[in-house]
Structure formats: structure tokens, C-alpha cells
């Protein structure tokens, strides 16, 4: 499970008239809803690691930037504006029952919230041509938004709405390392990664490491360790024990926030792993900037929406 439950709140929404949404214009305003909420407001999870940080870092440099970022992200939400002027390419993942109504059409309902979102939250444009360089404007356009999906076992659709800025993809790498080099390339190649990114990610970041597989298979695995709460380690021990070296290394290079130095150059490291090939060692590492913002809700084919990340009134998600 990727996802936090806490303060989750369940009931139906409906319109102001008292007349329930139809299920496609209520996946589209609780999508809406759930961009406007992962670009002003952080998980909880997050807030507290940043947070933590603040108060363990010993540079007095990075401390500053620690305070700012605290500072920044209390007056995004204060203020129910964008936690940065990169509100990123907008990435779905969701966990739909195959019997969910409409299920065939939930990627055009997921646009639309896309446009409205971009619309009236507001979020920058961020979709361009890479041909003609034109901007679609309404950060729609071939392959955007990306939407992965899952298979659910019970009745529901789950949306996670996973906003990506563009700094810290820029820092993704990937390494198809020989089978001898093992668990010690890993280290090797995730440090060598996080000193070349430097302060270009926006640190302190969150790192998503996948192992294994191929080589488009390692970088999915790698994003998709970035929706696991921080709070949360790797199921297996090893796995989880490998994740805490490795965050403690990457926290040992004094790159600290926003690559100023200090004690805080990673709040988290998420690991991913797929068995490979005999011939074959992928890695990918992907960065997620302090703003790791995320959000997530559940809509039931009864139509009552579940917000699992963030606290939204039944207003929020029915307009």
C-alpha cells in the first residue's frame, strides 16, 4: 500500500440543489479538488519530516532554508495558493474495480478536472510540444496527464493526484549496472546521483530507487516508491534497512537544503525492487524536491468520496 489513510473522511456529495453528481462530473470535481488540495497543502507526512528537519539541522545556512520552506508552505495553505510557482506535469495513479461505473471514460473525466483545475486553482501551464514548442495551455496534451492503472478488488475508483516539478525530474537518472556490481553499485550509483543533482532538485528531497526489472520498469518502480508515505518503510526488513543506509549516506555528502549545506540533503529514501534478468542490473533513481506533493481520494460506486491524505469538505468536492 502506497498511500496514507489518515484523517480520512467519508460522505456523499451532492449538488447545492440537493441533486447527486452523476458519476463522471464526480470524478472530475473530486480530481479537480484533489490537485487543488496536493498543490496548497502538503501530507501531513511530509510537513513532519520537513519539520524534524528544522530542528535537527546544525547548519545555520540550511536551518534559514529549512525556516523558509516551514514558512512558505504554513502561508500556501493559509492562503490556499500554490506551495510553488512549478505546480509540475500532472501524473494519476488510480486503483479502479473493473465493474466501476463508467470505468471506460474516467481518463476523459480526469482531463476535464485537469483544465478546470488549471483554470482555477490556478496551476501553471506546463504541457509543451516538444517539436513546436507550443504550450497547450490547459496542461493537456498527448500522454497528458499521465494516468497509470490498477486493478481494485472492491467497488471504488482511487485517484492520487501526483503533481511532478520539473527540477527534480530533471535529476532522475538510470543505470543498466553489470550483475557483479551488486549491492555496493547500488550505493554507489544512488550517491553519485545525488552529487551530481546538487541543489537542482530542490533539496532536502525524497529519492524513489528501482531495482530490477528493466529498464523502463526500474524508473516506474522508482516513482511509484515516491507515493509511499515517509513514515512508512519498505515491508520487507532488508529492503527497509537498505533505505536507511542509503539515507544516511546521501545525508553524509553535506549538500544540505536547497544545496547551501547542511545536515538535510534527503527526508526520505523509498525503495522499489522487480526480479531482473540474469544479464541485466537496472537502477533508477528519481527525485521528488521538498514540495512532494501528493493527494488522494476514493470514490465508491454508491458515490460517497473518501479523502485519505488530506482534510476536504463535502463543499470542496461537489463544486
Same mark, same amino acid.
Given at each position: 500500500?502506497?498511500? !496514507?489513510?489518515?484523517?480520512?473522511?467519508?460522505?456523499?456529495?451532492?449538488?447545492?440543489?440537493?441533486?447527486?453528481?452523476?458519476?463522471?462530473?464526480?470524478?472530475?470535481?473530486?480530481?479537480?479538488?484533489? %490537485?487543488?488540495?496536493?498543490?496548497?497543502?502538503?501530507?501531513?507526512?511530509?510537513?513532519?519530516?520537513?519539520?524534524?528537519?528544522?530542528?535537527?539541522?546544525?547548519?545555520? !545556512?540550511?536551518?534559514?532554508?529549512?525556516?523558509?520552506?516551514?514558512?512558505?508552505?504554513?502561508?500556501?495553505?493559509? &492562503?490556499?495558493?500554490?506551495?510553488?510557482?512549478?505546480? +509540475?506535469?500532472?501524473?494519476?495513479?488510480?486503483?479502479?474495480?473493473?465493474?466501476?461505473?463508467?470505468?471506460? *471514460? !474516467?481518463?476523459?473525466?480526469?482531463?476535464?478536472?485537469?483544465?478546470?483545475?488549471?483554470?482555477?486553482?490556478?496551476?501553471?501551464?506546463?504541457?509543451?510540444?516538444?517539436?513546436?514548442?507550443?504550450?497547450?495551455?490547459?496542461?493537456?496534451?498527448?500522454?497528458?496527464?499521465? !494516468?497509470?492503472?490498477?486493478?481494485?478488488?472492491?467497488?471504488?475508483?482511487?485517484?492520487?493526484?501526483?503533481?511532478?516539478?520539473?527540477?527534480?525530474?530533471?535529476?532522475?537518472?538510470?543505470?543498466? &549496472?553489470?550483475?557483479?556490481? +551488486?549491492?555496493?553499485?547500488?550505493?554507489?550509483?544512488? %550517491?553519485?546521483?545525488?552529487?551530481?543533482?546538487?541543489?537542482?532538485?530542490?533539496?532536502?528531497?525524497?529519492?524513489?530507487?528501482?531495482?530490477?526489472?528493466?529498464?523502463?520498469?526500474?524508473?516506474?518502480?522508482?516513482?511509484?516508491? %515516491?507515493?509511499?508515505?515517509?513514515?512508512?518503510?519498505?515491508?520487507?526488513?532488508?529492503?527497509?534497512?537498505?533505505?536507511?543506509?542509503?539515507?544516511?549516506?546521501?545525508?553524509?555528502?553535506?549538500?544540505?537544503? &536547497?544545496?547551501? +549545506?547542511?545536515?538535510?540533503?534527503?527526508?526520505? &529514501? *523509498?525503495?522499489?525492487?522487480?526480479?531482473?534478468?540474469?544479464?541485466?542490473?537496472?537502477?533508477?533513481?528519481?527525485?521528488?524536491?521538498?514540495?512532494?506533493?501528493?493527494?488522494?481520494?476514493?470514490?465508491?460506486?454508491?458515490?460517497?468520496?473518501?479523502?485519505?491524505?488530506?482534510?476536504?469538505?463535502?463543499?470542496?468536492?461537489?463544486?
Amino acid at each position: 500500500m502506497y498511500l !496514507i489513510h489518515a484523517s480520512a473522511q467519508v460522505f456523499s456529495v451532492q449538488r447545492s440543489r440537493g441533486e447527486r453528481l452523476d458519476i463522471l462530473s464526480l470524478t472530475e470535481s473530486v480530481a479537480s479538488n484533489l %490537485l487543488r488540495l496536493s498543490v496548497t497543502q502538503l501530507p501531513q507526512d511530509v510537513k513532519e519530516a520537513l519539520s524534524q528537519a528544522y530542528q535537527k539541522e546544525t547548519n545555520p !545556512i540550511g536551518k534559514v532554508q529549512l525556516k523558509a520552506i516551514l514558512d512558505n508552505i504554513r502561508l500556501a495553505a493559509d &492562503m490556499g495558493r500554490p506551495i510553488c510557482q512549478d505546480t +509540475g506535469s500532472i501524473n494519476f495513479y488510480l486503483k479502479v474495480h473493473p465493474r466501476f461505473p463508467q470505468v471506460a *471514460k !474516467i481518463g476523459d473525466a480526469l482531463r476535464k478536472a485537469v483544465r478546470r483545475a488549471t483554470s482555477e486553482v490556478p496551476l501553471r501551464p506546463n504541457a509543451v510540444d516538444p517539436f513546436t514548442q507550443e504550450n497547450t495551455c490547459d496542461n493537456v496534451g498527448m500522454c497528458v496527464p499521465y !494516468i497509470s492503472w490498477e486493478i481494485a478488488e472492491d467497488d471504488y475508483l482511487e485517484i492520487t493526484a501526483f503533481p511532478k516539478g520539473g527540477g527534480s525530474e530533471n535529476a532522475s537518472a538510470l543505470s543498466m &549496472m553489470t550483475p557483479g556490481e +551488486g549491492p555496493q553499485g547500488i550505493r554507489r550509483f544512488v %550517491l553519485d546521483a545525488v552529487i551530481k543533482a546538487g541543489g537542482m532538485p530542490c533539496p532536502p528531497t525524497i529519492l524513489g530507487v528501482g531495482i530490477g526489472g528493466g529498464a523502463d520498469l526500474s524508473m516506474r518502480l522508482a516513482k511509484l516508491a %515516491l507515493l509511499r508515505p515517509l513514515d512508512e518503510p519498505h515491508q520487507e526488513m532488508r529492503i527497509a534497512k537498505l533505505e536507511r543506509n542509503l539515507l544516511e549516506a546521501v545525508n553524509s555528502t553535506g549538500i544540505g537544503p &536547497m544545496g547551501l +549545506g547542511g545536515d538535510s540533503t534527503a527526508l526520505g &529514501m *523509498k525503495i522499489n525492487y522487480a526480479h531482473r534478468h540474469p544479464a541485466s542490473y537496472p537502477v533508477a533513481v528519481v527525485f521528488q524536491c521538498w514540495a512532494a506533493r501528493r493527494s488522494t481520494a476514493r470514490i465508491y460506486a454508491d458515490k460517497r468520496v473518501e479523502y485519505l491524505t488530506h482534510r476536504a469538505s463535502e463543499e470542496e468536492g461537489a463544486d
